[in-house]
């Protein structure tokens, strides 16, 4: 998939873990102690896959924040020329 949002909204986690996703995606059991993570920059697109474990950080101010998310077929192949 891809994403991209113009407010920092998003933290994204690196690696490998172990574990299952419940419903809806929810990671709670999921170690990510060992995971490295990074606060997705505003307006900086994000090439991630299908299984990549994203959450999004609470924001305490009134914005306006759009949001952009482009999913692949689970058949699609990245071909970098």
Known sequence: MLLVSNYIGCKAFNGTYNG?????G???NIDLSSL???I???NDVYF???LAIHEPLIIKEKI???LIR???HPDYVWKNN
């Open 20 to 24: 299952e996703f419940g419903e809806g």
């Open 64 to 66: 306006n924040r759009s």
């Open 48 to 50: 991630l896959n299908a």
């Open 36 to 38: 490295k993570s990074e």
């Open 40 to 42: 997705m920059n505003p």
């Open 26 to 28: 929810d990671c709670s």
């Open 70 to 72: 482009i999913n692949f």
